[in-house]
């Protein structure tokens, strides 16, 4: 079960990481239709992992709002910079009882492609041990969405199929932070 929850926390970081994630500088909104985000992360158990995700503009701006008030929650620090070649981003959240410290380099067009390297340091967790890990999150658009994808459908390794807009759903199975 923790297992569980600590990949849904991880995940959601990820997310929170994409186009459309909330901030005080947004990120521009990425093409409509099918893209495909190839996840690396170094020194993983499973280094490697490709999901596809069914956007149009108004599902990225949702997304910025399904994510914004579990970030606040969870994020003590969520900023975002442009810069001359992408942006820059930096946080700091607590879940499930970790802190992550991270920051991310993000270049691309939002038209065809774009590329996501994050590196965080997590604190706390099951075995209390400081863990330091670097992703890197290549995505490219692949045409329009499937026939049967709907806007907001996540696929997932292993067929797990999932719509962003189902996320006050998952936000329910989050663990609350203690306090609130």
């Known amino acids: 079960m923790t297992r569980g929850l600590?990949?849904?926390?991880?995940?959601?970081?990820?997310?929170?990481?994409?186009?459309?994630?909330?901030?005080?500088?947004?990120?521009?909104?990425?093409k409509a239709g099918l893209w495909e985000m190839k996840v690396l992360?170094?020194?993983?158990?499973?280094p490697e992992m490709t999901m596809q995700q069914c956007t149009d503009e108004t599902t990225d701006k949702d997304m910025s709002t399904?994510?914004?008030?579990?970030?606040k929650e969870m994020c003590s620090k969520q900023d975002i910079q442009k810069t001359a070649t992408g942006y820059v981003t930096d946080s700091v959240c607590n879940i499930s009882g970790?802190?992550?410290?991270?920051?991310?380099?993000?270049?691309?067009?939002?038209?065809s492609a774009y590329t996501v390297k994050s590196t965080s340091h997590?604190?706390?967790?099951?075995?209390?041990?400081?863990?330091?890990?670097?992703?890197?999150i290549e995505a490219k658009w692949l045409g329009a969405c499937?026939?049967?994808?709907?806007?907001?459908?996540?696929?997932?390794?292993?067929?797990?199929?999932?719509?962003i807009k189902d996320m006050e759903?998952?936000?329910?199975?989050?663990?609350?932070?203690?306090?609130?």
């Open 6 to 30: 600590l990949s849904m926390g991880a995940a959601l970081c990820l997310l929170a990481t994409l186009p459309g994630a909330a901030a005080a500088l947004e990120l521009p909104v990425r």
């Open 41 to 46: 992360r170094a020194g993983s158990p499973t």
């Open 66 to 71: 399904a994510f914004s008030p579990m970030a």
């Open 98 to 111: 970790m802190s992550i410290k991270s920051r991310g380099e993000i270049i691309g067009d939002f038209n």
């Open 122 to 136: 997590t604190e706390g967790g099951p075995a209390g041990v400081p863990r330091d890990n670097t992703t890197t």
């Open 146 to 163: 499937k026939s049967d994808q709907r806007a907001g459908d996540i696929m997932m390794p292993g067929g797990i199929k999932m719509n």
């Open 169 to 180: 759903k998952l936000k329910a199975m989050m663990p609350k932070q203690p306090g609130k």
